[in-house]
C-alpha cells in the first residue's frame, strides 16, 4: 500500500489495511532479561512476545497520576509496551500467503507453519528454526543476537541514544537488522527492529546523507509522518502518544519514504472512557520540539505530538534545525521566526535557500505553514487532530501535482485562510 496516495476518506479503512511504510516496524523481539519483566502478568500469566520488550519501550513512566509508585509504574510501563508493539506489529504486512512459499505464520494468532520447522524472517525468507513467533512477533535467543552482532563489536555500532546503543547486525538468512541494547537498574532489554540503512531526515535536510531534498520529496515525507502519527493515535488497540517526533526519529528508506521510529518516551493516552482528558506525567522530550502547555502544566494528550509535528514541518520547509543559536536573537527559535514571516505575508523568506522559489513550491510552502500555524497554537485545544493535518497533507499533495504539471495555481479554496490566525 502507498501510504503516501491515501485519500483520506479512506481513513477508516487504515487500519485494516495497514501503514507498512510509516511506521518502523518492530515484529521482532528479543527475550526481556529483566526479571521484573518476567512477572506474571494480570490476565493469568499469558504473556505475548510484545510483551517481552526492551527498556526503550517500558522507560515511560506510570500511566498515573503518580510517576513514582513502582508496582504501578511497571505494570504501566509493560502495558504501554504490549500496546505499542502491536501497533507496530500492525504496520507490518507480510507477503500473501497465496504467493509465498508454505512456511507461513498467521498474522496475529501466533506461530503456525506448515510442513516444516524454519520460521519466516521480517521479510518472507526463511530463517534458522532457533527463532520463535508468539502473538506476530518474532523473538531470538541471546546466541543468535550476539552471532548477528558479533558479540555487540564496537565496529557495527550505528546509534547511541538515552536508552541505549544500536548496533547493526545480519541474521543467519541475511537479514540486515538494528538491535537495540538497553540498560538500566541492573536489567537489560533487548530489541531487534528492521535495519533502515538511509540515515534520518536530520542527516538529509544538513546534506550528511544523500542528495538535496526537493520540496516533493518533503512533501511526502510530511504526509507519510502525519499519517504515521494518525495511526498511533486513532488505530491502535489503546491510542498511543509518540511524545519525540523529530527529523532524527523520522528515518527514510532508499526512496526517501518515510518511518516514524524511537519509540523511548511513547504513552498510553488518556481513558476516555473514564473521563479522563489528560495525563498528568513528568515532561520528556527535546527541546524545540516540546508542547509549551505541556512543559508548564504536566499534562500530556495527543496534540502534544501535533505541536512537535508542527514544528517538524516549519523544520521540512526552511532546512533549519528548531533552536539555531548561531543566529540573530530573533531567528534563534525558528518555528516563532517562520511563524512571524509568514503572519507578515513573507513566507516566501522562509523557504530553504536550497530549494527553488518554483510557484508551485511557494503555494505549498504557504498551506504548509498555515497548517504548521495552527498546529503550533498555544492551546492544545486549538490545534488540529492528526488525522486533520493528514488530510490537510494530502490535499495540498495532490493539489501541488496538479500546480507542477500546469504550471498554474489551483483553483482558491473556500474555506478561510486560517481558523486559528493569532499575533504572532
Known amino acids: 500500500m502507498n501510504v503516501g496516495s491515501q485519500h483520506p476518506g479512506q481513513f477508516d479503512e487504515i487500519n485494516q489495511s495497514k501503514l507498512e511504510l510509516c511506521i518502523a516496524r518492530v515484529p521482532v523481539f528479543v527475550h526481556d532479561l529483566s526479571a521484573a519483566m518476567r512477572s506474571p502478568?494480570?490476565?493469568?500469566?499469558?504473556?505475548?512476545?510484545?510483551?517481552?520488550?526492551?527498556?526503550?519501550?517500558?522507560?515511560?513512566?506510570?500511566?498515573?497520576?503518580?510517576?513514582?509508585?513502582?508496582?504501578?509504574?511497571?505494570s504501566s510501563a509493560r502495558s504501554t509496551a504490549h500496546s505499542i508493539a502491536n501497533a507496530l506489529f500492525g504496520c507490518f504486512t507480510p507477503p500473501d500467503p497465496s504467493k509465498s512459499s508454505?512456511?507461513?505464520?498467521?498474522?496475529?494468532?501466533?506461530?503456525?507453519?506448515?510442513?516444516?520447522?524454519?520460521?519466516?524472517?521480517?521479510?518472507?525468507?526463511?530463517?534458522?528454526?532457533?527463532?520463535?513467533?508468539?502473538?506476530?512477533?518474532?523473538?531470538?535467543?541471546?546466541?543468535?543476537?550476539?552471532?548477528?552482532?558479533?558479540?555487540?563489536?564496537?565496529?557495527?555500532?550505528?546509534?547511541?541514544?538515552?536508552?541505549?546503543?544500536?548496533?547493526?547486525?545480519?541474521?543467519?538468512?541475511?537479514?540486515?537488522?538494528?538491535?537495540?541494547?538497553?540498560?538500566?537498574?541492573?536489567?537489560?532489554?533487548?530489541?531487534?527492529?528492521?535495519?533502515?540503512?538511509?540515515?534520518?531526515?536530520?542527516?538529509?535536510?544538513?546534506?550528511?546523507?544523500?542528495?538535496?531534498?526537493?520540496?516533493?520529496?518533503?512533501?511526502?515525507?510530511?504526509?507519510?509522518?502525519?499519517?504515521?502519527?494518525?495511526?498511533?493515535?486513532?488505530?491502535?488497540?489503546?491510542?498511543?502518544?509518540?511524545?519525540?517526533?523529530?527529523?532524527?526519529?523520522?528515518?527514510?528508506?532508499?526512496?526517501?519514504?518515510?518511518?516514524?521510529?524511537?519509540f523511548g518516551f511513547a504513552r498510553l493516552c488518556a481513558d476516555g472512557e473514564s473521563g479522563a482528558t489528560h495525563i498528568s506525567t513528568q515532561v520528556k522530550g527535546t527541546a524545540g520540539y516540546l508542547d509549551p502547555e505541556y512543559l508548564i502544566t504536566n499534562q500530556l494528550t495527543e496534540k502534544s505530538d501535533v505541536y512537535s509535528f508542527g514544528v517538524l514541518l516549519v523544520e521540512l520547509v526552511t532546512g533549519r534545525r528548531p533552536i539555531e543559536p548561531k543566529r540573530e536573537q530573533k531567528e534563534r527559535i525558528t518555528a516563532k521566526w517562520a511563524m512571524r514571516k509568514f503572519s507578515c505575508g513573507e513566507a516566501i523568506l522562509t523557504l530553504d535557500p536550497r530549494l527553488v522559489r518554483s510557484p508551485a513550491n511557494s503555494f505549498a510552502l504557504e498551506k504548509i505553514l498555515e497548517?504548521?500555524?495552527?498546529?503550533?497554537?498555544?492551546?492544545?485545544?486549538?490545534?488540529?487532530?492528526?488525522?486533520?493535518?493528514?488530510?490537510?497533507?494530502?490535499?495540498?499533495?495532490?493539489?501541488?501535482?496538479?500546480?507542477?504539471?500546469?504550471?498554474?495555481?489551483?483553483?482558491?479554496s473556500k474555506s478561510p485562510v486560517s481558523n486559528y490566525i493569532r499575533e504572532v
Not at 153 to 165: D, N, V, Y
Not at 244 to 259: F, G, H, P, Q, V
Not at 386 to 397: G, H, N
Open 102 to 262: 508454505s512456511n507461513v505464520f498467521s498474522d496475529s494468532s501466533g506461530a503456525s507453519s506448515s510442513g516444516s520447522d524454519r520460521r519466516r524472517s521480517i521479510y518472507g525468507s526463511s530463517i534458522d528454526s532457533t527463532y520463535s513467533r508468539e502473538h506476530g512477533s518474532v523473538i531470538f535467543t541471546m546466541e543468535v543476537i550476539n552471532k548477528a552482532t558479533k558479540n555487540f563489536s564496537p565496529a557495527l555500532k550505528i546509534g547511541q541514544g538515552g536508552f541505549g546503543t544500536v548496533y547493526k547486525g545480519q541474521l543467519a538468512d541475511g537479514t540486515l537488522v538494528a538491535v537495540k541494547r538497553a540498560k538500566k537498574h541492573g536489567d537489560e532489554r533487548i530489541l531487534v527492529t528492521e535495519y533502515v540503512p538511509n540515515g534520518n531526515l536530520r542527516e538529509h535536510l544538513d546534506g550528511i546523507k544523500g542528495d538535496r531534498v526537493d520540496f516533493a520529496v518533503r512533501l511526502e515525507i510530511a504526509t507519510d509522518v502525519a499519517h504515521a502519527v494518525t495511526y498511533l493515535h486513532m488505530y491502535t488497540d489503546h491510542p498511543i502518544i509518540h511524545r519525540d517526533i523529530k527529523s532524527s526519529n523520522i528515518l527514510l528508506t532508499e526512496n526517501l519514504r518515510a518511518k516514524v521510529t524511537d
Open 371 to 412: 497548517l504548521a500555524f495552527n498546529c503550533l497554537a498555544p492551546h492544545r485545544h486549538n490545534r488540529p487532530s492528526m488525522r486533520k493535518c493528514a488530510e490537510i497533507l494530502w490535499e495540498v499533495r495532490k493539489d501541488y501535482r496538479e500546480f507542477s504539471v500546469f504550471d498554474a495555481p489551483p483553483l482558491p
Open 41 to 74: 502478568l494480570p490476565d493469568g500469566g499469558r504473556r505475548s512476545a510484545a510483551s517481552n520488550t526492551p527498556a526503550k519501550l517500558a522507560r515511560s513512566s506510570s500511566y498515573s497520576t503518580d510517576d513514582h509508585s513502582t508496582n504501578s509504574h511497571r
